[in-house]
T-cell receptor, first 115, second 111 residues
Framework: KAGVTQTPRYLIKTRGQQVTLSCSPI?????VSWYQQTPGQGLQFLFE???????NKGNFPGRFSGRQFSNSRSEMNVSTLELGDSALYLC??????????????FGEGSRLTVL | GENVEQHPSTLSVQEGDSAVIKCTYS??????FPWYKQELGKRPQLIID?????GEKKDQRIAVTLNKTAKHFSLHITETQPEDSAVYFC??????????FGAGTTVTVRA
């Protein structure tokens, strides 16, 4: 079974630009979450989607947005990039049963550098 | 929202010794506590988890304990090996797939 796939793996942008990251979950997984990972900050929750609906949202500004498609693939978008947005963005999929939190399967991440 | 604090931030142990990482959480409604291991340049992977109706769980050399009253939980690794060197993250959730992670502990096992 293929794992969680994220594209692109690396990208460099300049301040003010916008970026779109893509995540393909494990086949059959309908929950997709996004996390921002920076040194010393751990993983910060961005949002979680299930069946094309955003169920949870973290404490990030409105410049961070996401969506999920009918095939469970997800995208996240960051507009008006700032230097502080430089980070590893991790996507994780899960197969929730009765909304009980279980194991997250992470992708390898998209490393964004903002210059 | 939930706040998870993790200590220590770095831990160096001699091969064969034990390693202990401690986390505290703020939301008494949290009921799920996983631990993830992230090796250098790789993705985080679940190594063990515990739910609030259990006080302790063990899987070979790894064990997790939970104290709901004190709102803290710990990861214990016994007989450490070089392959245990990694960053370990604790997390807490109220059961809604919104995980709050600690800042991570970098474990180095010295040969």
């Amino acid at each position: 079974k293929a794992g969680v796939t994220q594209t692109p793996r690396y990208l460099i942008k300049t301040r003010g630009q916008q970026v779109t990251l893509s995540c393909s979950p494990i086949s059959g997984h309908r929950s997709v979450s996004w996390y921002q990972q920076t040194p010393g900050q751990g993983l910060q929750f961005l949002f979680e989607y299930f069946s094309e609906t955003q169920r949870n949202k973290g404490n990030f500004p409105g410049r961070f947005s996401g969506r999920q498609f009918s095939n469970s693939r997800s995208e996240m978008n960051v507009s008006t990039l700032e230097l502080g947005d430089s980070a590893l963005y991790l996507c994780a999929s899960a197969s929730p049963r009765d909304r009980v939190t279980g194991e997250l399967f992470f992708g390898e991440g998209s490393r964004l550098t903002v210059l | 929202g939930e706040n998870v604090e993790q200590h220590p931030s770095t831990l160096s142990v001699q091969e064969g010794d034990s390693a202990v990482i401690k986390c505290t959480y703020s939301d008494s409604a949290s009921n799920y506590f996983p631990w993830y291991k992230q090796e250098l340049g790789k993705r985080p992977q679940l190594i063990i988890d515990i739910r609030s109706n259990v006080g302790e769980k063990k899987d070979q050399r790894i064990a997790v304990t939970l104290n709901k009253t004190a709102k803290h939980f710990s990861l214990h690794i016994t007989e450490t090996q070089p392959e245990d060197s990694a960053v370990y993250f604790c997390a807490a959730s109220i059961g809604d797939y919104k995980l709050s992670f600690g800042a991570g502990t970098t474990v180095t096992v010295r040969a």
